[in-house]
C-alpha cells in the first residue's frame, strides 16, 4: 500500500522559511509526477507546485520565486522549500502522487504564517 507522509509544517513568521518533506513507503521513480497543493479554510484546493518524474517542474504564479519543489529519488522524499513566506500562504499543504492509475495524497500538514 502506497504512503505518503508529510513533515516540516509549523507555525512561522511573515518573510521566515519552512521545508516540507513527503516521504514515500515506495520508490518515488514508480510515480510520474508528485506535487505538493494547498488548501486555506474556505477554499478550494490549489496547486502550488509539481515535479515530474524526469524533474521539470511548474509552479503557481502565486508561489513563483518564493517556492521551490524538489525531490530525491534515493531517499524517496519530494520537498517544497518556501521561502519569503506571507499570511496567505497560511494553509494545509498536501503531497500529491501520480502513477498512469492513480492518484495518492498524504494527510497534510499545517503551515500557518502569523506574527
Known amino acids: 500500500q502506497v504512503q505518503l507522509v508529510e513533515s516540516g509544517g509549523g507555525l512561522v513568521q511573515p518573510g521566515g522559511s519552512l521545508r516540507l518533506s513527503c516521504a514515500a513507503s515506495v520508490s518515488i521513480l514508480s510515480f510520474n509526477v508528485m506535487g505538493w497543493y494547498r488548501q486555506a479554510p474556505g477554499k478550494e484546493r490549489e496547486l502550488v507546485a509539481r515535479i515530474t518524474s524526469g524533474g521539470s517542474t511548474i509552479t503557481a504564479d502565486s508561489v513563483k520565486g518564493r517556492f521551490t519543489i524538489s525531490r530525491d529519488n534515493a531517499k524517496n522524499t519530494a520537498y517544497l522549500q518556501m521561502n519569503s513566506l506571507k499570511p496567505e500562504d497560511t494553509a494545509v499543504y498536501y503531497c500529491?502522487?501520480?502513477?498512469?492509475?492513480?492518484?495518492?495524497w498524504g494527510q497534510g500538514t499545517q503551515v500557518t504564517v502569523s506574527s
Open positions: 500529491n502522487a501520480r502513477t498512469d492509475w492513480r492518484i495518492y
